[in-house]
């Protein structure tokens, strides 16, 4: 079993900065990609960023050019670095880790999410 454990949520102002941390923990066999999603009341779950072990990342139209997510592999941690923050943004941000078994001929994947860390932006 493996733990996700997300931190660094918390109140900002409109145009503030917050740097949001995951950590993957337990019985981890390899952990692939790593990406950053949020949830605002009575809204569906979106994709925020994601990247892999390798560096590739991605990001959603809505925080591209504000948010980046970068990796530690060797602590099995990623983070969220957010800037220029709009009220929008105001949700809870989960973090979801996957991890790789790797056999001689084949891979299994499985997927992990944290509990979330809620973000404000407010005035």
């Known amino acids: 079993q493996v733990q996700v454990v997300e931190s660094g949520g918390g109140l900002v102002q409109p145009g503030g900065s917050l740097r949001l941390s995951c950590a993957a923990s337990?019985?981890?066999?390899?952990?692939?990609?790593m990406g950053w999603y949020r949830q605002a009341p009575g809204k569906q779950r979106e994709l925020v960023a994601s990247?892999?072990?390798?560096?590739?990342?991605k990001y959603a139209d809505a925080v591209k050019g504000r948010f980046t997510i970068s990796r530690d592999n060797a602590k099995n941690t990623a983070y969220l670095q957010m800037n220029s923050l709009k009220p929008e943004d105001t949700a809870v941000y989960y973090c979801?880790?996957?991890?790789?078994?790797?056999?001689?001929?084949?891979?299994?994947?499985?997927?992990?999410w944290g509990q979330g860390t809620e973000v404000i932006v407010s005035s």
């Open positions: 979801k880790a996957n991890d790789v078994e790797v056999y001689g001929w084949d891979n299994r994947l499985y997927d992990y």
């Open positions: 337990g019985s981890i066999f390899s952990i692939g990609g």
């Open positions: 990247a892999t072990s390798g560096g590739k990342t």
